[in-house]
């Protein structure tokens, strides 16, 4: 079971950026996914969560309408859509797979002008 990140990068406030977790070593479309993210000096928190059919998902309430989680799972990726950035969202991001207590290495996400 493996989760790999992608998509982190640098941006500056209000800008956007799009993470995407590939998973190999089972199938993505039979688990709910989740992302996560930690700040510099703070606890890991929920980002957002979607089902398995990609019909619920959940969000923190700092990202609720400026964040969304998707997923293909013909492509075994899950994907999050980050818009309208602030440097409060500054952290590393990490997808999680709950169902298999797996972990990514989690990519850098830098809000700054």
């Known amino acids: 079971v493996q989760l790999v990140e992608s998509g982190g990068g640098l941006v500056q406030p209000g800008g956007s950026l799009r993470l995407s977790c590939a998973a190999s070593?089972?199938?993505?479309?039979?688990?709910?996914m989740s992302w996560y993210r930690q700040a510099p000096g703070k606890e890991r928190e929920f980002v957002a969560s979607?089902?398995?059919?990609?019909?619920?998902?959940s969000y923190t309430n700092s990202v609720k309408g400026r964040f969304t989680i998707s997923r293909d799972n013909a492509r075994n990726t899950v994907y999050l859509q980050m818009n309208s950035l602030k440097s409060e969202d500054t952290a590393v991001y990490s997808c999680y797979a709950p169902g298999r207590r797996a972990w990514g290495q989690g990519t850098q996400v830098t809000v700054s002008s």
């Open positions: 979607i089902s398995s059919d990609g019909i619920y998902t």
């Open positions: 070593g089972f199938t993505l479309s039979r688990d709910g």
